[in-house]
Nanobody, 123 residues
Framework: QLQLVESGGGLVQPGGSLRLSCAAS????????IGWFRQAPGKEREKVSC????????DYANSVKGRFTSSRDNAKNTVYLQMNSLQPEDTAIYYC????????????????WGQGTQVTASS
């Protein structure tokens, strides 16, 4: 069974940090670009970041640029999203997804999705 599982979410004070993990089972991630998405209540899903299959290319939404960093360890079949300087507007459910294409450039085909992990930045 092909599966992505996110972990590492939680409650953090504004200005704090979290690191999300996205682990794959049933398939290897090293041929997939991985996107991180988030969805807040009442809002549309937003693409936060992308990391290419090799890890050599990354892309970020303007709203998180300079605060979030995506990385990957293909030997561990895991991708990470380091989130620093979290703000209340970052509160959302965060999802990782595997793109059948290897780069962060179009076209996209996010074939596999995780179940999501809640991130809440609040005092």
């Amino acid at each position: 069974q092909l599966q992505l599982v996110e972990s590492g979410g939680g409650l953090v004070q504004p200005g704090g940090s979290l690191r999300l993990s996205c682990a794959a089972s049933g398939f290897t991630l090293d041929v997939y670009a991985i996107g991180w998405f988030r969805q807040a209540p009442g809002k549309e899903r937003e693409k936060v970041s992308c990391i290419s299959s090799s890890g050599g290319d990354t892309d970020y939404a303007n709203s998180v640029k300079g605060r979030f960093t995506s990385s990957r360890d293909n030997a561990k079949n895991t991708v990470y999203l380091q989130m620093n300087s979290l703000q209340p507007e970052d509160t959302a459910i965060y999802y990782c997804a595997a793109d059948r294409f290897y780069s962060c450039s179009p076209p996209y085909d996010y074939a596999h999705w995780g179940q999501g992990t809640q991130v809440t930045a609040s005092s």
